[in-house]
T-cell receptor, first 112, second 109 residues
Framework: DVKVTQSSRYLVKRTGEKVFLECVQD?????MFWYRQDPGLGLRLIYF???????EKGDIPEGYSVSREKKERFSLILESASTNQTSMYLC???????????FGPGTRLTVT | RKEVEQDPGPFNVPEGATVAFNCTYS??????FFWYRQDCRKEPKLLMS???SGNEDGRFTAQLNRASQYISLLIRDSKLSDSATYLC??????????FGTGTSLTVIP
């Protein structure tokens, strides 16, 4: 079974803090994704990566950056957290863009 | 126009009922389609792929209507455990993928 893990299930940070969210997959997938999910807005793609050190902006990249130094690990960075970044963050991976995405359990981030 | 649209519901149905959801897409070149299920406060998980000829998995049937540009999910004999949000995913030939915002289903005893 594909396993996607995320570093924290719940996180509380203060405004202005730098926040790191980490995602690890164990299936040698090429593609990894970061989403945020908010009520009524569905899943929104922040960034994705189709290879090590490669990244593409998604629909809402502002305020975020990513890092993919190893194939199995994809990190999302909030350079200076703001209250409007309070959300559920979901990581996913897939063998290719055309294939099924497997999601991690999510990190519920609260910025106060 | 949104790439993918779903009726958010909620759909409240009694146990044993048959319920169907649609998901419309705007790009006629779309080539891959999936239904995901998301339980409350959990991550989305693949429910089933949608094939051109339609496909069935137990009580669940997925269909694709290319002429009208929608996919559907039919659930027969609804169970309490089917209560969840159902998300459609559409992928087009440019490798762009789109998630619907989800349809909420509650099965009532």
């Amino acid at each position: 079974d594909v396993k996607v893990t995320q570093s924290s299930r719940y996180l509380v940070k203060r405004t202005g803090e730098k926040v790191f969210l980490e995602c690890v997959q164990d299936m040698d997938h090429e593609n990894m994704f970061w989403y945020r999910q908010d009520p009524g807005l569905g899943l929104r793609l922040i960034y994705f990566s189709y290879d090590v050190k490669m990244k593409e902006k998604g629909d809402i990249p502002e305020g975020y950056s990513v890092s993919r130094e190893k194939k199995e690990r994809f990190s999302l960075i909030l350079e200076s957290a703001s209250t409007n970044q309070t959300s559920m963050y979901l990581c996913a991976s897939s063998l290719s863009v055309l294939r099924v995405q497997y999601f991690g359990p999510g990190t519920r981030l609260t910025v106060t | 126009r949104k790439e993918v649209e779903q009726d958010p519901g909620p759909f409240n149905v009694p146990e044993g009922a048959t319920v169907a959801f649609n998901c419309t897409y705007s790009n006629s070149a779309s080539q891959s389609f999936f239904w995901y299920r998301q339980d409350c406060r959990k991550e989305p998980k693949l429910l089933m792929s949608v094939y051109s000829s339609g496909n069935e998995d137990g009580r669940f049937t997925a269909q694709l209507n290319r002429a009208s540009q929608y996919i559907s999910l039919l659930i027969r004999d609804s169970k309490l455990s089917d209560s969840a949000t159902y998300l459609c995913v559409v992928i087009n030939t440019g490798n762009q993928f789109y998630f619907g915002t989800g349809t909420s289903l509650t099965v009532i005893p």
